[in-house]
């Protein structure tokens, strides 16, 4: 369904800079979960949240339940950062469904 | 760190044909999901279940089915392949927070 926008779809940056990526759901969400699929089709686990803000390395997440959204932010911009990142909300059902946002493709330039 | 393992990894197959594609988890976890992953688009549930012997349907069901035979096993079935069929699938599994997803399978239907 419609239950998550990301934005934006696409997302350039020049190494050493930083920009954020933002879902925003349409109802109240549990949880959500960003992840990076890598140039081998990889999804990586970057962060899950049920409240608050998270920190790992150059990358901070958000997530205001009340508020809809969710922000990942990365800051000093690497190559290896390159790919296309998901952010995925978790419902109020029972089984851990999530919702996928439809993902923001980042190309790191030199 | 949690393991989920596709089989195989690259299909091709043609319309009509008959596709069954693996999924083991050796997590411990009840719960277990096949998505596709189409350009454009986010991850999209096909079906999932929470344990063995059950089956639940996702948003986009039509032309897929799906048989959890063991906790750690879960089978993608598609009985007459077709040209939309041509994705990108992705296995998880869960406890009851973070999702882990396998590598992917990448199938082509010509």
């Known amino acids: 369904g419609d239950q998550v926008e990301q934005s934006p779809s696409a997302l350039s940056l020049h190494e050493g800079t930083g920009s954020a990526l933002r879902c925003n759901f349409t109802?109240?969400?549990?949880?959500v979960q960003w992840f990076r699929k890598n140039s081998r089709g990889s999804l990586i686990n970057l962060f899950y949240?049920?409240?608050g803000t998270k920190e790992n390395g150059r990358l901070k997440s958000a997530f205001d339940s009340k508020e809809r959204y969710s922000t990942l932010h990365i800051r000093d911009a690497q190559l290896e950062d390159s790919g296309t990142y998901f952010c995925?909300?978790?419902?109020?059902?029972?089984?851990?469904?999530?919702?996928f946002g439809s993902g923001t493709k980042l190309t790191v330039e030199p | 760190e949690a393991a989920v393992t596709q089989s195989p990894r690259n299909k091709v197959t043609v319309t009509g044909g008959n596709v069954t594609l693996s999924c083991r988890q050796t997590?411990?976890?009840?719960?277990m999901y096949w998505y596709r992953q189409d350009t454009g688009h986010g991850l999209r549930l096909i079906h999932y279940s929470y344990g063995a012997g059950n089956l639940q349907i996702g948003d986009v069901p039509d032309g897929y089915k799906a048989t959890r035979t063991t906790q750690e096993d879960f089978f993608l079935l598609l009985e007459l392949a077709s040209p939309s069929q041509t994705s990108l699938y992705f296995c998880?599994?869960?406890?009851?927070?973070?999702?882990?997803f396998g590598k992917g399978t990448r199938l082509t239907v010509v």
């Open positions: 109802t109240t969400m549990r949880a």
């Open positions: 949240l049920a409240s």
């Open positions: 997590n411990s976890h009840n719960y």
């Open positions: 995925a909300a978790e419902a109020g059902s029972n089984y851990n469904v999530l919702y």
């Open positions: 998880a599994s869960s406890d009851t927070t973070e999702v882990f």
